[in-house]
């Protein structure tokens, strides 16, 4: 069997030997969804993986694959190698398909693409639709765990700076209300700030208990959303009633700078979604402007009702965002050249965890800026049908 599976992917009998690992290897419990259409080639392929230590799931065509990774549980994959020329779904438009999945912990499984083509076209088709990398058939064992390892292992790293970063920016982000808090209450019970100024000091502490219990409410988010148990709990409420409240927590901030806010006194406008999340969002559209504005700037507000849909944005008067960073801002962890100054500690979460707020809605968000100008989002949930009891 061994000697017809290296020959099999075009390796000479002679040149078979030590090619397959006789010793177990570092992909022992690394898991894999090929997708691949010719039986034969599936068996090979699961044969080879196998022999290297990792578990094998297997797909006919594309279809198949995407659904199963909409229902593997979050981490199951390692990694999908996915054959390109595919009947009833091809590869690209399966790859296409799990980059949409509102989930992460799916949509960026790394996924290697499969061809006996090796056209420049085929290679640039596979990298627009999402693909991280291509192998030409016959494909070369030792080509193909190389590729495997590099994905795996960087995926790893990725992950783990990330986490690592992720812990440092949460432990300096909850140390910074909880000082503030500290001091403040420590200052009021032992007489240092004169009673003239408790109230004010008061408020203050007011709304850094709000932008902790944001920061925590964020993080237990993203950890349903990475999981997929997030529930949307639809109810009717005012808009801009919510991003009134949330202009609150930042008042002292606003007021330091001169910052300026308009359109809160607009019509009002009242949507049915769910309040809590979308409360969320209009906190992590506030705190970004809050943060990027320009001292003695504008943040404005603009609430509509149109025909198929309630709409949201904020704008803020700033440097604004260079046409490059837009398409990056909406990712995980990311922070703009602009931003890093800025915004030293920030988790590079929020506008993360606002666009799966906003796909759980099946809304949409989009982002305008001028450099040196300002910086513009604009959300637009879908008219729904509120729940039986609100029309009661």
Known sequence: MRDSLMTAIG???????????????????????????????????????????????????????????????????????????????????????????????????????????????????????????????????????????????SQSGRAEESSRQFVSNVSHELRTPMTIISGFVEGILDGTVPKNKRMEYLSIVSQEVQRLKMLVTSMLNLTKFDAGTIQLNYRMFILNDTAFRTILMFENRLEKRHISVEGLDGEPV???????????????????????????????????????????????????????????????????????????????????????????HHAQISVRSEEHAYTEFEVRLPHVEPPEQEHE
């Open 11 to 153: 390796q000479k009998p002679e040149e078979q030997q030590g090619v397959l690992p006789k010793e177990p290897t570092d992909f022992a419990g690394k898991h894999i969804l090929l997708a691949e259409d010719n039986e034969l080639n599936r068996e090979i392929a699961v044969e080879i993986l196998n022999a290297y230590g990792f578990e094998v799931d297997t797909a006919e065509n594309g279809a198949i694959a995407v659904e199963k990774v909409c229902t593997a549980a979050p981490g199951q994959y390692d990694l999908v190698l996915m054959d390109v020329q595919m009947p009833i779904m091809d590869g690209y438009t399966a790859t296409r398909r799990i980059r949409e999945l509102e989930n992460p912990a799916l949509a960026d499984i790394p996924i290697l693409a499969m061809t006996a083509n090796a056209f420049d076209e085929d290679r640039r088709n596979a990298l627009e639709c999402g693909m991280n990398g291509f192998l030409s058939k016959p494909i070369n064992i030792e080509e193909l765990i190389a590729a495997l390892s590099e994905q795996i292992g």
């Open 270 to 360: 009242r949507v049915c979604a769910d309040p809590d999340l979308i409360g969320q969002v209009v906190y992590n559209l506030v705190e970004n402007a809050v943060k990027f504005v320009n001292d003695g700037g504008t943040i404005s507000f603009t609430f509509a009702d149109e025909e198929d849909c309630w709409v949201f944005a904020v704008r803020n008067t700033g440097n604004g965002i260079s046409k490059e960073e837009l398409p990056k801002i909406f990712e995980r962890f990311y922070k703009s050249d602009a931003s890093r100054s800025q915004d030293k500690t920030g988790l590079g979460l929020g506008l993360d965890i606002t666009k799966k707020i906003i796909h759980l």
